[in-house]
């Protein structure tokens, strides 16, 4: 959690640790420039070497499962994430141990391979690079094991329709971890977590 400049104040925004050196005292992250402003991304577009920021961390509470539901062992992996959260979810794929079988939903307007991807350890992870309104049919063509934990995260409704889309298949909501990370419709609020209704 990064406290960014706002107005004469600081407002407070999450942002993922893409990748960390703790021994050189170095952590990654990765900023969606998205234009519709924002203290966090004025912040990042305008950045300069040396500039400091505030943060408390790690925190969060979304990590890789060892099992989808009470005793019943993830024996694949499927991400559905925005360019908010490809961080997240390349840094979790790179987590998995070797040939663990994972997919990934990758909704985005900027087109495939449009950024930084997971690194070669995870070249097995099968990937999907979409559009927004091609959810639902890349959903439809998907042999999901029926023992797959799924990480849904992202924009708000996103996150709600592809959390619906997998309840459809006949997962097992406990085995769903869902997200959301912003709202399209609203600046999130000041502790950095999207507003709710
Ligand atoms: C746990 C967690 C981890 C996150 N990790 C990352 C990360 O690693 N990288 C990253 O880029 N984001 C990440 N996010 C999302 C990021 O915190 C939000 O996008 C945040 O709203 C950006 O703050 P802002 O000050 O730029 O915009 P805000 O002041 O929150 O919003 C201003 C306007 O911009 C719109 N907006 C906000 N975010 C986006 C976006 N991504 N695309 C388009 N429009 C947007 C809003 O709807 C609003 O209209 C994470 C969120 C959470 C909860």
Do not use: C
């Not at 990654?28 to 912040?43: D, K, P, S």
């Amino acid at each position: 959690m990064i406290e960014f400049p706002h107005g004469g104040r600081k407002v407070r925004r999450r942002y993922t640790i893409r990748r960390a050196d703790p021994a050189v005292g170095i952590a990654e992250f990765e900023f969606e420039l998205h234009n519709h402003g924002g203290a966090a991304t004025r912040w990042a577009a305008e950045a300069n070497l040396g500039d400091h920021l505030s943060a408390i961390g790690p925190r969060g509470t979304m990590a890789l499962r060892r099992e989808t539901t009470a005793h019943v062992d993830a024996t694949a992996h499927l991400f559905v994430a925005d360019d908010s959260a490809m961080p997240a979810a390349f840094a979790m794929a790179e987590a998995l141990p070797p040939h663990t079988p994972a997919t990934a939903l990758l909704v985005t307007p900027h087109g495939p391979l449009s950024r930084p991807g997971p690194t070669a350890a995870v070249a097995d992870l099968r990937q999907f690079w979409l559009e927004d309104t091609e959810l639902e049919a890349t959903f439809s063509g998907l042999d999901l094991a029926p023992s797959v934990a799924a990480y849904v995260i992202g924009e708000h409704h996103l996150v709600r329709r592809a959390s619906e889309l997998l309840a459809s298949t006949g997962l097992d909501d406990a085995a769903i971890s869902a997200k959301p990370y912003w709202r399209n419709d609203r600046p999130n609020a000041p502790h950095g977590e999207p507003a709710r209704d």
